[in-house]
């Protein structure tokens, strides 16, 4: 089984900076894409930032600019830095694997974390 780790969430102020990290476990030989979604109260899961295996990123509109996602391959982490964090960014994140291949296995999967509440106010 496959697991997800997430960290790093907490309480910032507007405008403030917060750094999540996930690492993923458990007889893993490769993953395609890593990413993070969020979920607000009330609102669909979105999707944040996410990285394939070649480095290629994609990132939602709203984060452009103030959010970048990176990869620890070997390590099978990815991280994703927030800065200018504004209000509106206060959600639930959480962390997926794509295309996850495990040893030993034909399988492909994907994987979610467990979340992590980031909260923005003052």
């Known amino acids: 089984q496959v697991e997800l780790t997430e960290s790093g969430g907490g309480l910032v102020q507007p405008g403030g900076s917060l750094r999540l990290s996930c690492a993923a476990s458990?007889?893993?030989?490769?993953?395609?894409?890593m990413g993070w979604h969020r979920q607000a109260p009330g609102k669909q899961r979105e999707l944040v930032a996410d990285?394939?295996?070649?480095?290629?990123?994609n990132y939602r509109d709203s984060v452009k600019g103030r959010f970048t996602i990176s990869r620890d391959n070997a390590k099978n982490t990815v991280y994703l830095q927030m800065n200018s964090l504004k209000p509106e960014d206060t959600a639930v994140y959480y962390c997926?694997?794509?295309?996850?291949?495990?040893?030993?296995?034909?399988?492909?999967?994907?994987?979610w974390g467990q979340g992590t509440q980031v909260t923005v106010s003052s």
């Open positions: 997926r694997a794509d295309g996850v291949r495990r040893r030993g296995s034909s399988h492909v999967d994907d994987y």
């Open positions: 990285i394939r295996f070649d480095d290629s990123t």
């Open positions: 458990g007889m893993i030989r490769s993953i395609y894409a």
